[in-house]
Nanobody, 124 residues
């Protein structure tokens, strides 16, 4: 088992930036592929970004590619999502997720550990 806690959300103006953090408990963080997902009111949970165990490979949804960057620091048991050039359509609750796997996944179904979410609101 691993516990995940997101932080760093808040209210920003369009064009601004935020960095989300996901802190993980446990001693085996480096075994987990990590993903970020988001869910807006009345919408399904959508994939945002994913990163492999070592951080050597990343993948992004087309809607955020070039604006968002996922990274991880295994020494700190933390994964990050740097969000730049934010748009109003980025407004959502952002969740981090973990899967004990050597590969990442771009759908929510394979992930079996989830954080509680952090709210990101982008004003125009």
């Amino acid at each position: 088992q691993v516990q995940l806690v997101e932080s760093g959300g808040g209210l920003v103006q369009a064009g601004g930036s935020l960095r989300l953090s996901c802190a993980a408990s446990g001693r085996t963080f480096s075994r987990y592929a990590m993903g970020w997902f988001r869910q807006a009111p009345g919408k399904e949970r959508d994939f945002v970004a994913a990163i492999t165990r070592s951080g050597g490979s990343t993948f992004y949804a087309d809607s955020v590619k070039g604006r968002f960057t996922i990274s991880r620091d295994n020494a700190k048991n933390t994964v990050y999502l740097q969000m730049n050039s934010l748009k109003s359509e980025d407004t959502a609750v952002y969740y981090c997720a973990a899967k004990d796997s050597p590969i990442y996944y771009s759908t929510s179904i394979p992930y079996d550990h989830w954080g509680q979410g952090t709210q990101v609101t982008v004003s125009s």
